[in-house]
């Protein structure tokens, strides 16, 4: 065998490897867990266990997502929260598939719907779709589910409080290869919310999560105050490079700050779910689709010399 067939069969190979790998990983998902420490939890008070789903984009994962409900089932969660894209929003694309699913949460625990951009374009425009999305939520509302549109709402949890607030940002904050002037101003207009970020620092204050779709306007989201940030939107970077990340979001910035992780910063914390499902591009590589669980811990208690 020459050099040069030699080459080849390898290529070959990497080739065959590689389509095997996504189309695994188009056809799976996993469950990554993580803890979050706060002196807002209450010492000696329970683990509170946070499901966070984003970007279904109408996967099924099983007969009507049975897979994905055990697997959820399986964590316990006190508390579902959505960050949206669960459907697909597209002129006569049924999200059929995505209510079938969400409307059966509400019988585990209490679920909060915020929405993505698809939700929210079929919202703002309904007459460009054949599906109507006040339908879509009023379903899901009569199940259980609570959605927050640029809203806040206060949970308790056993001695945990927590303020859930949400935002819906203008569709034009979507654009391809722009990005707009998002402030903490904002964040704090649309949550429904003007104290901001000097609440977050009282001890006495709840512990803030705040759901917004796209993780593009962060340093917005982390100005206005929220302990906890959980957005989706970016599909984990489409393929991830290991100490890089993702390499593309949906606007086609490269190498996004934040596209499928874990950061802390300081106090605050920030999850970018890689998302359940695709759109447009149907490719993952090296970013298998996640359902986030999320333990909110209290902080260990300080020792006094």
């Given at each position: 065998m020459t050099a040069v067939q030699i080459v080849l069969t390898i290529l070959a190979a990497l080739a065959v490897v590689t389509a095997a790998e996504i189309y695994r990983e188009l056809h799976t998902f996993k469950v990554t867990k993580y803890s979050i420490k706060s002196e807002k939890f209450p010492a000696g008070g329970k683990t509170v266990k946070i499901v966070f789903l984003s970007d279904l984009h109408n996967r099924e994962y099983g007969r009507e997502n049975e897979n994905l409900y055990q697997a959820l089932r399986t964590e316990w969660p006190d508390l579902i929260l959505i960050g949206g894209?669960?459907?697909?929003?597209?002129?006569?694309?049924?999200?059929?598939?995505?209510?079938?699913?969400?409307?059966?949460?509400?019988?585990i625990c209490p679920v909060y719907y915020a929405n993505g951009n698809h939700e929210q374009r079929m919202k703002e425009n309904p007459k460009e779709y054949s599906y109507s999305y006040a339908d879509y939520k009023t379903v899901l509302e009569e199940a259980g589910v609570v959605f927050l549109e640029n809203e806040t709402e206060t949970v308790r949890i056993g001695q945990t409080t927590l303020d859930i607030c949400a935002v819906e940002l203008p569709l034009?904050?979507?654009r391809k290869m722009k990005k707009a002037n998002v402030t903490s101003q904002d964040i704090g207009n649309l949550a429904g919310d003007q104290a901001g970020s000097q609440d977050r620092v009282t001890p006495q204050a709840a512990y803030r999560i705040l759901l917004a779709h796209?993780?593009?306007?962060?340093d917005a989201y982390?100005?206005?105050?929220?302990?906890?940030?959980?957005?989706?939107?970016?599909?984990?970077?489409?393929?991830?490079?290991?100490g890089l990340g993702g390499v593309i979001s949906p606007q086609a910035f490269l190498f996004p700050r934040y596209s499928g992780e874990l950061t802390l910063e300081g106090d605050q914390t920030v999850i970018v779910s890689r998302g359940l499902g695709t759109h447009t591009i149907h490719l993952r590589l090296f970013n298998t689709p996640e359902l986030v669980s999320i333990s909110l811990e209290p902080a260990m208690e300080k020792k006094i010399l």
């Open positions: 894209d669960m459907l697909v929003g597209k002129d006569r694309v049924s999200y059929e598939p995505a209510l079938k699913f969400v409307r059966k949460l509400p019988a034009e904050t979507y796209n993780p593009a306007y962060m982390k100005a206005w105050g929220a302990d906890l940030i959980l957005s989706g939107h970016l599909h984990g970077g489409i393929v991830r490079i290991p």
